[in-house]
């Protein structure tokens, strides 16, 4: 089946640090690619997608590129700030849409001042 | 603004309660969703309404019992539930059938804890 793979956190930086968080993916077919942010005490937002192969989803300052050569959708930020601080996950929706997303675990980014 | 909302926001039952939880979307949507979101796990998918009909049940125990009267609400009813129900639970929704019906918009979920 479809499965979500992020890298474990927490991941702790500085403000103006650069950011990374590595997600990759196995689905069968093309799916499409998401980045979610949850804020203390929220629900999950979108943050960025992308539908199909080098597309690249921004939002924010954040960029994420649908690599299909490394099943791979990379989070990345020049440079963040203390108001980042939240939990990003990873998705992805494949098969028919209305199927529900499958997720990754969750990255919890601490961004200290 | 989500344009989902759900009550209550927090919830404490005991295990031989009946409530329910309730999701409203003013987002023209379609399609309706539960997840259940521990502490270290991902986001588990439980169950999905399109056009008000059930189309996914993922092998959730059936002390959890959902309802779409409309494509605008979605409930959870719960009964007789064990401490490991204890979660927040997030209803999302999402526009009809085609590549953007992926893009899922969520609720802030209703933390329940079971004593």
């Known amino acids: 089946g479809d499965s979500v793979t992020q890298m474990e956190g927490p991941v702790t930086l500085s403000e103006e640090a650069f950011l990374t968080i590595n997600c990759t993916y196995t689905?069968?077919?093309?799916?499409?690619l998401f980045w979610y942010v949850q804020y203390p005490g929220e629900g999950l937002q979108l943050l960025l997608k992308?539908?199909?192969?080098?597309d690249k989803g921004s939002n924010k300052g954040f960029e994420a590129t649908y690599r299909k050569e490394t099943t791979s959708f990379h989070l990345e930020k020049g440079s963040v700030q203390v108001s980042d601080s939240a939990v990003y996950f990873c998705?992805?929706?494949?098969?028919?849409?209305?199927?529900?997303?499958?997720f990754g675990k969750g990255t919890h980014l601490i961004i200290q001042p | 603004e989500t344009g989902v909302t759900q009550t209550p926001r927090h919830l404490v039952m005991g295990m031989t309660n009946k409530k329910s939880l309730k999701c409203e979307q003013h987002?023209?949507?379609?399609?309706m969703y539960w997840y259940k979101q521990s502490a270290k796990k991902p986001l588990e998918l439980m169950f999905v309404?399109?056009?008000?009909?059930?189309?996914e049940n993922n092998s959730v125990p059936s002390r959890f019992s959902p309802e779409c009267p409309n494509s605008s609400h979605l409930f959870l009813h719960l009964h007789t539930l064990q401490p490991e129900d204890s979660a927040l639970y997030l209803c999302?929704?999402?526009?009809?059938?085609?590549?953007?019906?992926?893009?899922?918009?969520f609720g802030p979920g209703t933390r329940l804890t079971v004593t």
């Open positions: 999302a929704s999402s526009p009809p059938s085609g590549r953007e019906s992926y893009e899922q918009y």
């Open positions: 689905a069968t077919g093309y799916p499409s």
């Open positions: 992308a539908t199909k192969a080098d």
């Open positions: 998705a992805l929706g494949s098969g028919g849409g209305a199927d529900g997303l499958t």
């Open positions: 987002l023209g949507h379609n399609a």
């Open positions: 309404y399109n056009f008000k009909e059930q189309t």
